[in-house]
């Protein structure tokens, strides 16, 4: 795995690499965001971000299911799930669950993502 320090390559569409500055490198650390429902799992990615150098990210030990659900004592949503909706993402990477429990499986999993980013 590449060092925090290390140059970014990356390309555009005539194929013209050019090395990511340290303010572009900062932005991609500061909008990392993600959702783990396992605790094992959020604790492996902390780990790796803290190694990669960024401290700054923004992974929930969370079900993403729940950022639709209220607060039962506010009756708004969790402010976990308000910081995630309040977010105009251009990319998203998925790992659906292949045996979620609770009755939810994988379509509906990868459709509560297109609805996150659309």
């Not at 990356?10 to 909008?31: M, Q, V, Y």
């Not at 209220?70 to 790992?95: M, P, Q």
Request: hydrophobic share 30%; aromatic share 8%; charged share 30%.
């Amino acid at each position: 795995m590449a060092h925090p320090n290390d140059p970014i390559i990356t390309c555009n569409a005539t194929n013209n690499a050019r090395t990511t500055s340290r303010e572009e490198k900062e932005k991609i650390k500061d909008n990392l965001y993600g959702i783990e429902s396992q605790q094992k799992v959020y604790h492996l990615t902390l780990t790796n971000m803290i190694l990669h150098g960024n401290g700054k990210s923004h992974i929930y030990n969370k079900n993403c299911f729940d950022a639709e659900k209220e607060d039962l004592e506010t009756g708004e949503l969790k402010e976990w799930a308000k910081k995630i909706k309040s977010i105009d993402f251009d990319i998203s990477f998925l790992n659906p669950p292949y045996s979620l429990k609770g009755g939810k499986n994988e379509g509906e999993f990868i459709l509560h993502l297109f609805k996150a980013v659309l």
